[in-house]
């Protein structure tokens, strides 16, 4: 009978201490990369059931890339190729997959090709890039056949504030030139950035 009691006693401990709010044993970071890519969702990066690389706005600026082609560069495993010089068609593979077997999206809407499959990175611009997030491996179940090599999201800046449009140009040898044009701004909860 002492026996049973004890066993009882110790089963409502155990529970008791199992229904403890966790947040007094943690602490709250605001340092957790949150990504989008893996499972459609916003969730913490440390909680995925894959690998998901993020190279952010810091990283692209440092690294003093010209396109996104070459902002892509500084992801593990990917393969960038330009086709001539800067401004020239540039495509991305990733592990040895074709550029048609790679899902490109921005803000999570897809920008592969119907035709050919692939994407010209050249035409946008890392001014307006908050981060990339790449998916290595076959990401089909999510994101369909384009998706079979891996799946590189490109997650713009939000707008927000007052309106303001931004225009910078570069020039280079041999006739090289680069243009952009951006114009952000919200209120409430609508933001606006175009590029």
């Known amino acids: 009978m002492l026996f049973m009691k004890f066993r009882l006693l110790s089963a409502a401990v155990m529970v008791a201490l199992l229904c403890l709010p966790a947040s007094a044993a943690t ?5 957790i990369e949150v990504v989008v890519t893996a499972t459609r969702i916003e969730q913490p990066a440390a909680g995925l059931p894959v690998t998901v690389n993020v190279v952010k706005a810091e990283a692209i600026t440092a690294s003093q890339a010209r396109n996104l082609g070459e902002a892509m560069s500084l992801l593990p495993g990917v393969v960038v190729k330009t086709q001539g010089s800067l401004g020239a068609l540039t495509s991305v593979r990733v592990r040895g997959a074709t550029s048609t077997q790679v899902l490109v999206m921005v803000d999570g809407r897809p920008l592969n090709s119907a035709q050919s499959g692939t994407v010209d990175l050249a035409d946008i611009p890392v001014a307006d890039v908050e981060r990339i997030e790449l998916l290595r491996g076959p990401g089909s179940s ?8 891996g799946v590189i999201n490109i997650i713009t800046k939000k707008g927000g504030g007052p309106a303001r449009t931004e225009v910078s140009s570069a020039a280079g040898s041999l006739g090289t030139s680069n243009y952009n044009l951006s114009h952000s701004g919200g209120e409430g909860k609508l933001d606006i950035h175009s590029m």
């Open 27 to 31: 602490t709250e970071d605001d340092d």
């Open 142 to 149: 999510l994101y369909g056949a384009y998706a079979l090599g």
